[in-house]
């Protein structure tokens, strides 16, 4: 999965990316900026490979960009570029000032700054579609792709992202090609000071964000990349102090997974404990052709327990004689937590 982490200059949006990268993450050079792959968290795992104890464990992987925007315009041709391909985009707002970073005449106003990126993305995919229609109007071309394009620019008139507009069938199929910005899954994060940390800083922000029906993380990424740098037992120490068991890098992380409606299933064994991501609402034919295309290709049965089940008895055995374990078909729709193993035949 692709995160672009995005913001206007001055948001944090860099500081934020070096604090998910950290010193022990492998940070590579991409076209727009640089690139780093995260693990989504999952206490499952852990809890998993401890029971197992396989050879290897595998986490779901996350792949985050540092987006380079323009200034004083951050969309530039080349930022437009690098955010159609990705598949969740992270907008960093600012809710800091500093003696490097004074506040602009007026202060701060992230819900204005909200706004006005929101807009810029909206235009920038109205132009798109516009151009598009221009030429199929030219053409004298009528068909689903005409149709979904009025579709969207009736909604970016209104000021309504395309991630609010229900597209089906030929319709998604046909403005998928152009990779619209405003398609895309929003998670919006507030780059604080440090000392708005425990509370709730601009509240009405969180009204805004729930408006756009996006998820809202609150950190201060200056302590965020201060965190990445301890080692993992003084980084749960300093965590107790703030008063918080889980990083804002781990919710990040997490929320961008989220955001995508993506759930995880696990495979579970001596050589490997391993999540595997797919779309919410998958069936386990889908799930198994994950794993391999074979076991999509030959599958016969899916055994499934909840992992939170297998947790609690402790092992297969038991979990089977409480009747927790079960045969599934291919049209079982494979849910958040399940541990899978599929019986095949090619």
Same mark, same amino acid.
């Given at each position: ?24 993450? #492998? ?79 007026? #202060? ?50 209104? $000021? ?70 301890? @080692? ?8 107790? $102090? ?34 595997? @991501? ?28 909840? @992992? ?6 402790? @092992? ?12 599934? #078909? ?17």
């Amino acid at each position: 999965m692709e995160v672009g982490i995005f913001g206007n200059a001055g948001s944090g949006k860099s500081t934020l990316f070096r604090a998910l990268a950290g010193p022990g993450e #492998g940070v590579s050079p991409g076209r727009h900026g640089g690139v780093c792959a995260i693990k989504v968290p999952d206490a499952r795992v852990d809890r998993l490979a401890e029971v197992f104890r396989p050879k290897k464990t595998t986490h779901i992987s996350v792949s985050f960009h540092d987006i380079d925007a323009g200034d004083p315009d951050p969309l530039s041709t080349q930022a437009v570029a690098a955010l159609k391909g990705v598949e969740v985009l992270v907008l960093v707002l600012r809710g800091f000032s500093d003696d490097y970073h004074p506040a602009p005449p007026g #202060g701060l106003d992230p819900v204005k700054e909200f706004r006005g990126m929101a807009s810029a993305l909206l235009l920038s995919d109205y132009l798109v579609a516009q151009k598009r229609i221009e030429r199929m109007t030219k053409e004298a071309k009528r068909d689903a792709e005409w149709t979904a394009l009025n579709k969207a620019i009736e909604a970016f008139e209104k $000021e309504v992202p395309l991630r609010d507009i229900d597209l089906v069938g030929e319709e998604e199929r046909a403005v998928s090609g152009f990779r619209f910005i405003t398609r895309l899954p929003l998670l919006l994060v507030l780059n604080t000071g440090e000392g708005d940390l425990r509370g709730e800083a601009y509240p009405e922000l969180s009204r805004a964000a729930a408006d756009a029906k996006a998820p809202l993380v609150r950190l201060c990424a200056k302590v965020e990349e201060e965190i990445a740098q301890l @080692s993992p037992g003084e980084q749960a120490e300093f965590l107790r $102090e703030l008063g918080t068991g889980q990083s804002a890098r781990d919710r990040l992380v997490r929320g961008a997974f989220d955001a995508m409606r993506y759930i995880s299933f696990l495979t579970v064994g001596e050589d490997e404990v391993r999540a595997w @991501s797919v779309r919410r609402g998958s069936t386990a034919v889908a799930a198994a052709g994950r794993i391999h295309s074979d076991l999509e290709k030959g599958f016969i049965r899916a055994e499934v327990i909840p @992992s939170e089940d297998f947790l609690r008895c402790g @092992s297969m055995a038991k979990a089977k004689a409480e009747g927790k374990w079960r045969l599934e #078909g291919k049209e079982y729709i494979v849910k958040d937590g399940d541990i899978v193993h599929v019986r095949f035949n090619v």
